[in-house]
């Protein structure tokens, strides 16, 4: 066998092994949090708005019980799931940097999630929300910093038909895709860190 088709090869078996381990994943998130079958992955049709709603309680009950699972107690479940997701200092993002079961960037990107969630909740006129006209009011180091928060597993460019797409880009002509992609990333991160207990 040539070099090259060794290559093809493994890159098809490594695709391959990917796909089987994000519809595992995919799956025990459904079942354990009693989920509609395909409400996760459904997420990518919904308004920018409840995009982001749903989005945002998907990772709050995963830090929740990321949390849970480090304390080891169950007393203090109702104490857990009554913090507030990213106060400071006392949040349960703090808690989890604090102990190293979350990364700084793993931080980061809930944080501002959390920021845009809290901007589209508490007013209704926000039902609209779309990325694409939120991003237009961000000047040039807001963006900067909202694609280096939100960004997580992204990578910094990848080829299409020949063209270099930059992250940057990826944000600005596919946002919503982009950040659920992202959100894959990071929630199967935190749920396998859970489960096998093991810090970053």
Not at 26 to 55: C, R, T
Not at 88 to 101: D, N, Q, T, Y
Not at 140 to 162: M, N, R, T, W, Y
Request: glycine share 4%.
């Amino acid at each position: 066998m040539s070099e090259s088709s060794k290559s093809r090869r493994n890159v098809r078996q490594k695709m391959e092994s990917d796909e089987i381990a994000f519809r595992l994943h995919l799956s025990f998130m459904q079942e354990h949090y009693d989920l509609p079958n395909g409400f996760v992955w459904g997420l990518k049709d919904e308004s920018d708005w409840a995009f982001v709603i749903k989005l945002h309680a998907l990772f709050e009950a995963l830090v929740t019980e990321l949390l849970l699972a480090e304390l080891g107690r169950e007393e203090l479940q109702n104490l857990a799931e009554h913090m507030e997701l990213s106060a400071k200092p006392v949040g349960k993002l703090e808690a989890c940097r604090s102990l190293g079961i979350l990364k700084d960037e793993e931080v980061k990107f809930i944080r501002k999630l959390s920021e845009i969630r809290n901007r589209v909740v508490h007013n209704i006129r926000e039902v609209n929300f779309g990325f694409a006209a939120y991003f237009e009011k961000l000047d040039e180091q807001q963006f900067h910093s909202l694609v280096d928060a939100l960004g997580f597993g992204i990578k910094s460019e990848i080829i299409i038909d020949g063209k270099k797409i930059t992250k940057r880009d990826q944000f600005r002509d596919n946002p919503k895709h982009t950040i659920f992609v992202a959100s894959l990333n990071l929630m199967f991160t935190i749920q396998e860190r859970r489960i096998t207990k093991k810090h970053p």
